[in-house]
């Protein structure tokens, strides 16, 4: 038999090497190393930005087809919400539009019926815009403080009006700023209209459920919830027509000739920024006669009277 043929290689016996245990050991014990020396002496955080700088070509390009769909899908649905609010925006001019047109030919029929009727025109009142600057320091006071006073034409008692309706008036006036008192105040009083019934009344301010109080209503007066109150105007100071609260409960008591009536009011006074001062319309309405120039027949009844 040649020697060539011989198979010279160590039996398997000798072929084990170190066991699966102790490679285990050996490994986890280098992995271990590896951190501890990583997170104190950062060995492979050059190479760690190396990758991130070679991958992020790749990534990127990656990522394209995934913000292509994205991109996609958010157009589509801008497109979408995009149309509806046209949509919608051209239903509102229109009848906003309807609803301009009835104003007019009813400020033109207004005007024709107190010329008939020989009245005075309605009062236009002056306006100045205003920015809520912080709440009073008082705790116990429903009141604010607004950026513009004295020097910018403001007076005491001007009425103070938001987006929606009433919110105030004018208590405290300074060069720069002034103090508006909230309708929920507690000394905060107004005078209302029932749109619905045309019955007059007066509002008080209720600030311990931060609402208002219709007082010294008849236990049986047509007060119902849901009910729109807007000022009257016989008080001098604020405009006619402008909504104040809306009654959201009447509690009809039987041992109380009168209905306690709770009001929340329209307009916004925990949140309101921007606001319009108005000029009292005291200003802009006839002063009263005295009494020593009243007619002489009245003169006469008045003393047949006494």
């Known amino acids: 038999m040649p020697l060539g043929t011989l198979d010279r290689t160590p039996p398997p016996f000798f072929k084990q090497g170190p066991s699966a245990f102790t490679r285990l050991m050996i490994f986890s014990a280098l992995a271990v190393f590896l951190m501890v020396a990583d997170t104190r002496l950062h060995i492979t955080q050059p190479l760690r930005a190396v990758i991130a700088t070679v991958l992020h070509p790749i990534q990127r390009a990656l990522l394209v087809p995934v913000e292509l769909v994205a991109t996609g899908g958010a157009y589509l649905d801008g497109v979408k919400e995009a149309r509806a609010a046209e949509e919608l925006a051209r239903r509102q001019l229109v009848e906003q539009a309807a609803r301009i047109a009835r104003m007019e030919l009813l400020e033109r029929e207004n005007a024709q019926l107190r010329a008939l009727l020989e009245l005075r025109p309605a009062v236009q009142a002056r306006t100045r815009a205003a920015e809520v600057l912080y709440d009073a320091p008082d705790p116990f006071s429903r009141r604010v403080v607004v950026d513009i006073g004295s020097t910018h034409g403001v007076v005491l008692g001007s009425p103070v009006i938001d987006q929606n309706g009433v919110l105030g008036q004018v208590t405290r006036v300074y060069p720069l700023t002034s103090e508006v008192t909230l309708l929920t105040d507690r000394q905060a009083l107004i005078p209302v209209l029932n749109t619905r019934t045309l019955v007059r009344g007066v509002a008080y301010g209720d600030p311990a459920h931060d609402a208002m109080e219709l007082r010294f209503m008849a236990a049986n007066a047509d007060v119902a919830e849901g009910d729109l109150l807007s000022t009257s105007g016989v ?72």
């Open 235 to 306: 008080d001098g100071v604020y405009p006619p027509g402008l909504a104040v609260a809306r009654v959201t409960k009447v509690d009809r008591r039987s041992d109380s000739p009168f209905a306690k009536i709770t009001l929340q009011p329209v307009a916004s006074p925990g949140s309101a920024r921007h606001v319009l001062i108005v000029d009292p319309i005291g200003g802009h309405l006839p002063q009263r006669p005295p009494e020593d120039e009243a007619p002489s027949e009245t003169r006469k009844k008045a003393r047949a009277a006494r």
